[in-house]
């Protein structure tokens, strides 16, 4: 923490950047200004598309189709805002997103309806009750249930390659929950089982010993089989690549959260485990983009693989308790103020093309989206903030 006040003081000194008292001023100053940046961006975004990256090497934006994965992510985000702020202008701003969204909950192309419909659709009904957007949570969940493979017990996540056969990637811990909440809102009880046997399948074949995960896994459907353990995002097949482990442990503890299965649970702590005491994680505790990538320290970090950290974690400080829940609470108030430091996210409206957090990386090896703005950083900022206002200051 000393380190952190540090950090703080020499931005104080060079940015006239003011530490917030509290986390409370932190949140409310976040979201004040998450609720600008994000009108800048919506009015800067054309109607048809969604906001995708911005590079500042480059000065340049990208926006995206719906069909891209991360199209939830503006939609779902402005209805967080929309939750904090009650601003009916941001709302109608996320109606509309959700216009041009809706048609993807019949998408099966691959295994991101999670990210895509729940995240903007199941907030939409989690805040206004309108049973049309639940209808459209309910039916993505049929398109995601379609790609399960009984035979490996799991949902295939990309469709078959020159490379590839069936494979199923660590990410898809994260669209779970939309199966189980469908199964607990009308939907089919096979949601739920579909949900319950991937998380399994990925419990006993996704992660090494160490508690970090493999990023790929390639069935063969015939025999069931496992032929290869390889990365796509990562810096090589055996390494820790810094979001998909944040995928998992977000996932595990969102699955003890609807199953109570302990095993899950159990599973969250390891792996909040291997990653804060990794010896490779910097003291400002915001990851490298993989634990194991070569030229660390000089290596790009992952905001959101951070900001998805954090929620996790205030999520499983709920679920422990003592030291162990404290250790969690401080690593995420750490993670989140960085991450609100001038450091990470952006100081003045219309800075980095209107969206919040700098220095994601989307796919180094792929030199696709590296030190760059990410939809999902900002969604999984926002969600942290919210939660530790009503988890913590307000104890809802
Ligand atoms: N789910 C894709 C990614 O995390 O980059």
Redesign the pocket.
Known sequence: MKKIIAVFSFFAAITGFSQPADMRSLIEQNLQFAAAQYKWLDKNTPDSLMPRNFNPATGKAENSNTQW?CSGFFPGTLWYIYEYTKDSSVRLMAEKRLTILEKEKYYTGNHDLGFMIYNSFGNAYRLTGNPAYKDAVLTAAGSLASRYRPQIRSIQSWNANNRLKCPVII?NMMNLELLYWASQQGGSQQFRDIAVNHANSTLLYHYRRDHSSWHVLDYDLASGSIRQRITW?GAADSSAWA?GQA?GLYGFTMMYRFSHNKSYLSKARQIAGYLLNHPRLPSDKIPYWDFDAPGIPYEPRDASAAAIMASALLELAQYVKGKEKNNYLNAATIMLQLLASPAYRSRNIGDNNGFLLMHSV??LPHKSEVDVSLTYADYYFIEALLRYQQWYLDNK
């Open positions: 994965w990410d995002q979001r995928w989307g796919s």
